[in-house]
């Protein structure tokens, strides 16, 4: 058995947005971490929560639909699902897009500028 554990926040809000629905969906999958029905995890305003440990991993807004990728991506091959990823949580994982990636873009003071290139760069 895996040593990852799957909690799935099964309080108020994330039940109002489906968890019952995500936990059903865990637990039909094949994946070999424990599956858990957790304790409110204190994100209610971006339910259904589902948080991955040890990889301290939190997804936000998950469908029964999103849950063969986060299986199939995180479970089984250690890659987060990007797209669902919390903002707050992991801004580092939200801010992998090519255009944040391309050289000529640097971030100064907080604020993303583009770099002027010269001939001597």
């Known amino acids: 058995m895996s040593s990852k554990q799957v909690l799935i926040c099964q309080y108020q809000s994330c ?23 957790a304790e409110c995890q204190g994100q209610c305003n971006l339910g259904a929560t589902v948080r991955i440990l040890p990889d301290e991993i939190w997804y936000c807004r998950v469908k029964p639909t999103d849950v063969n990728a986060i299986a199939q991506s995180h479970l089984e091959n250690n890659q987060p699902v990007d797209r669902l990823l919390h903002p707050r949580i992991h801004p580092a994982y939200v801010c992998r897009s090519a255009t944040l990636r391309d050289s000529a873009i640097t971030v100064e003071n907080s604020t993303i500028a583009r770099r002027q290139h010269t001939n001597d760069s």
């Open 15 to 37: 039940l109002a947005q489906g968890s019952a629905e995500v936990l059903a969906a865990f637990l039909e999958c094949s994946s070999d971490a424990a599956i858990v029905p």
